[in-house]
Nanobody, 114 residues
Framework: QVQLVESGGGLVQAGGSLRLSCAASGSIYSIGRMGWYRQTPGRQRELVATITGGGSRNYADSVKGRFTISRDNAKKTVYLQMNSLKPEDTAVYYC????????WGQGIQVTVSS
């Protein structure tokens, strides 16, 4: 059984930083795209950042220049470094990995206070 486990969330003041991690366990191989999405109450889940197996990165306009996505294939882990955090970054963040099917983490809360 494949599980994605996120860590690193929490409460931070505006302007601060957090680093999210998401590690996959179980029988998951040849992971292609990895990514981070976020959701707030009453809104659809939105893309934050993705990174392909070849290292190509894609970011939502709202986080460009502040967030950096990276991956460690040997550890089956994807990271999201979040700097200059704003209150509007407050959300539940979900990691996503695509292998022979798509997998999601359980979500982790990030709260940015003003």
């Amino acid at each position: 059984q494949v599980q994605l486990v996120e860590s690193g969330g929490g409460l931070v003041q505006a302007g601060g930083s957090l680093r999210l991690s998401c590690a996959a366990s179980g029988s998951i191989y040849s992971i292609g795209r990895m990514g981070w999405y976020r959701q707030t109450p009453g809104r659809q889940r939105e893309l934050v950042a993705t990174i392909t197996g070849g290292g190509s990165r894609n970011y939502a306009d709202s986080v460009k220049g502040r967030f950096t996505i990276s991956r460690d294939n040997a550890k089956k882990t994807v990271y999201l470094q979040m700097n200059s955090l704003k209150p509007e970054d407050t959300a539940v963040y979900y990691c996503n990995m695509v292998a022979w099917r798509e997998y999601w983490g359980q979500g982790i809360q990030v709260t940015v206070s003003s």
